[in-house]
């Protein structure tokens, strides 16, 4: 969800994406994002009011130490960065609205994530 001001005009937006990954090592995802999202324009920007497709991509980073306790994980672990427990970073791009002639309403979004 975005509710973004700057300059005289706001941009809104919400959604729900289905996020596929592919591990890249044992501490790292790269995942794509495609979903349905709402996304409208007020103030100085061009006017949007639109329902439709969302795209994007991203990578995230683990940063937990996820160990063994007495020869076992806590959960099935397959050595790869989508299935510890603990801290991460996260970094991607969406393309808010894919939709002819609509306004570019890209994001680039980092932050922290908390896996359990």
Same mark, same amino acid.
């Given at each position: 969800?975005?509710?973004?001001?700057?300059?005289?005009?706001?941009?809104?937006?919400?959604?729900?994406?289905?996020?596929?990954?592919?591990?890249?090592?044992?501490?790292?995802?790269?995942?794509?994002?495609? @979903? $349905?999202?709402?996304?409208?324009?007020?103030?100085?920007?061009?006017?949007?009011?639109?329902?439709?497709? !969302? &795209?994007? +991509? /991203?990578?995230?980073?683990?940063?937990?130490?996820?160990?063994?306790?007495?020869?076992?994980?806590?959960?099935?672990?397959?050595?790869?960065?989508?299935?510890?427990?603990?801290? @991460? $970073?996260?970094?991607?791009?969406?393309?808010?609205?894919?939709?002819?002639?609509?306004?570019?309403?890209? !994001? &680039?979004? +980092? /932050?922290?994530?908390?896996?359990?």
């Amino acid at each position: 969800m975005t509710n973004f001001s700057d300059d005289g005009g706001t941009v809104r937006h919400a959604g729900v994406f289905v996020k596929p990954m592919i591990p890249i090592g044992d501490k790292s995802n790269v995942y794509g994002l495609v @979903g $349905l999202a709402k996304t409208t324009t007020q103030g100085r920007l061009q006017r949007t009011d639109a329902t439709t497709l !969302a &795209l994007g +991509a /991203g990578v995230e980073f683990d940063l937990s130490k996820d160990s063994p306790k007495e020869g076992r994980y806590n959960r099935e672990f397959d050595g790869k960065g989508d299935q510890e427990k603990g801290l @991460g $970073l996260f970094v991607d791009y969406e393309k808010m609205v894919v939709k002819s002639g609509a306004p570019s309403l890209d !994001a &680039l979004s +980092a /932050g922290i994530t908390y896996d359990f």
